[in-house]
């Protein structure tokens, strides 16, 4: 692991201050947003140019060039680490745990950006307590082509700040929709980063859109039964919990995400299941402890990034305090799925568990409107409330499958390999073409979005049948065993029936089509002298035109029915290339 950590290095550029003009300490750290009394967010230029003055500066932050996004420039990564020793923070054998702390991803959405500024100034400068056990990183500024689409319209909900970014990145793709699919250069140099820093905690700063309510701060956790087993149980009953305390004694009440659309809250609502397409989702394959926080896009901008701040500083402060809980947990949960157990691969909310919450909003009220004479939903500022609201926080699996030993991947399905190299999966070539028992799965039907959905026309409600059969495999094929601590990301990704895996995202579209097929009037021929020399396949035949009254009236249908009975039919078509074996 630590040489593959180490080549993960070579494309990391540690930005040092070398004779720069101007002595570090001229440099005003004093933030555009502080400057403008909490009205403006500083823009791409100034906060790369904050941190890297920070950097030269102070000894515990450096920053680093990581790999390119789609807007040509590189991402950074800031890090705060008091103790550092030259790069320590990307070594395996590190003492301390490490909390990646992503902003930007929808830069409308700056509240992360500025408030990050200010963390980390802060630690360095020791107005506040720093971490002893936990390196802080940072990144700046996610979707770079996006903060650099600057605007003063596009968060149309939003209450500040004057002007910001815009959610598309350079090719207006969606980040958090990306992260398993991994269109973008900004997602595939997400992936490498975060491989190579294995954060042990993660936050993903954004602001909410939908329903009105009192609070100015949320949280997005993970889903706890998602995460799973004693990690899952811990971030559900002493992390969280902790957190909100923590809040709640310096007046930043927060609640749990509002997952509520086109009506009020207090009928209750469900939390959001984060999948995999989606940062915490991701994050969550890999056992890191996720967060997104969501501040209320209705509050001052002021409050929102104050509110992220303190919200950051507790998260820190909790984490920090239970490092030692957090990397044994977290150890344990790499070795959890063992050959043969049961993966969960789908949920469905368990509503015989429920928490109530004692929930802060506002009267809702349906008037008519003046613009569409129609029933709107209008929220009464003057008529706040405290409820108990049901919130349905529980899943349970809909979907799994049994754990294989290892899954093969064809050498031709390089781009798939390309996805697993960027993860670090470990895998080995077959040194000779050979054959193998294996499981092989036929797809049996799915469905496909109507509308395009970032970038793809998706699958969904994908099913298979397996079957074992002798397989020949060549010289070069991949090997790829699931006992590695990428385990989640192989099960989620090549597994056909999860809900973000590569067939659902159109990885193995040119399977679902047939490439060569038959002339009816040459096939006529055959089609009969086939039938009359397989009696068995022909009393079939006969029986599905008796029993199905569409068959036995489409004449294309019958001789396509017996073509795929031949052994002129391609074998290929709808058999998802990738075998599972053993398990
Ligand atoms: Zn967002």
Known sequence: MMKKILAFLLSVHLLMSCGSNESPSD??????????????????????????????????VAMYEMRSTDSGKPLHLVTFNPNRTFESEFSDDKRENILLINNGIHPGESDGIDASMMLLRDFAEEKIKAPQNTIIAVIPVYNIGGALNRNSGTRT????????????????????????????????????????????????????????????????????????????????????????????????????????????PENGFTQFMDSPRY?????????????????????????????????????????????????????????????????????????????????KGYEGERVPSAVTGANRLKYDRTKPFEKDVTYYNYFEPSNSVTVPEKYIVPQGYWHVMDRLKENGIDYERLRADTSMNAQ??????????????????????TQVEMVSQEVQLRKGDYVVSTQQPGIRYLLETLEPTAPDSFFNWNYFDAILQQKEGFSPYVWEDKAEALLNENPEMKAEFEAKKASDENFANNWFAQLDWIHKQSHHYEKSHLRYPIVRVGG
């Open 27 to 60: 440099f005003d750290f004093t933030t555009q947003f502080e400057k403008s009394e909490g009205t403006e967010t500083a823009t791409y230029e100034e906060v790369i140019a904050f941190y890297q003055n920070l950097a030269d500066a102070y000894t515990s």
């Open 157 to 264: 909900n939003q209450n500040g700040p004057k002007e910001y970014g815009f959610r598309g990145n350079a090719r207006n793709y969606d980040l958090n929709r990306d992260f398993i699919k991994a269109d973008t250069k900004n997602a595939r140099s997400f992936t490498h980063l975060f491989r190579a820093l294995d954060p042990d905690l993660f936050i993903d700063n954004h602001v909410s859109n939908g329903a009105d309510y009192q609070y100015t701060l949320t949280h997005l956790f993970t889903q706890h039964n998602k995460l799973g087993g004693p990690l899952g149980d811990y971030l559900h009953t002493s992390f969280t919990p902790q957190l909100e305390d923590s809040l709640a004694q310096k007046n930043w009440d927060i609640t749990p995400y509002v997952n509520v659309w086109g009506t009020t």
């Open 279 to 359: 940062s915490t989702g991701y994050t969550t394959l890999y056992n890191t402890l996720g967060m997104m926080v969501e501040t209320h896009m209705l509050k001052p901008y002021k409050d929102r990034v104050e509110g992220t701040y303190e919200l950051m500083k507790s998260f820190i402060a909790i984490a920090d305090n239970e490092a030692e809980v957090i990397k044994e947990l977290r150890k344990n949960a790499m070795t959890r799925f063992k050959v043969g157990d049961e993966y969960p691969l789908a949920w469905k909310v368990d509503s015989s568990q429920t928490t109530t919450l004692s929930f």
């Open 440 to 461: 092989v799965y036929k797809i049996r039907s799915y469905e496909s979005r109507k509308r395009p959905y970032e970038g793809h026309y998706q699958h969904y409600n």
